[in-house]
């Protein structure tokens, strides 16, 4: 049975930051991409950033040169450095596994999310 466990949401100030971060737990292989959507209230849930298992990113327009997604394949961890934080990143945040390859099952799976708020 593997578990994504999302941390490191809450508030910050505009112009702020915060570092998100979404663990896997559970007998893993291997991990194809891994990556960070957000859904804020009213709108559907949309893609902010991806990395592949090789290292390769993609970010949305609206976050690139600020948000940098990484990953600890060792500790089947990825992580989300928001900077320079806007009141429209305001949001619930979930982290994205694709392609979890266990014992018997190769699937995806979607983090509890976490809820970043960006207000002064």
Do not use: H
Request: aromatic residues 10%.
């Amino acid at each position: 049975q593997v578990q994504l466990v999302e941390s490191g949401g809450g508030l910050a100030q505009p112009g702020g930051s915060l570092r998100l971060s979404c663990a896997a737990s559970g007998s893993i292989f291997s991990i194809n991409a891994m990556g960070w959507y957000r859904q804020a209230p009213g709108k559907e849930r949309e893609p902010v950033a991806t990395i592949t298992g090789g290292g390769s990113t993609n970010y949305s327009d609206s976050v690139k040169g600020r948000f940098t997604i990484s990953r600890d394949n060792g500790k089947n961890t990825v992580y989300l450095q928001m900077n320079s934080l806007k009141p429209e990143d305001t949001a619930v945040y979930y982290c994205y596994f694709d392609k979890v390859y266990t014992i018997g099952t190769l699937r995806n799976y979607w983090g509890q999310g976490t809820q970043v708020t960006v207000s002064s």
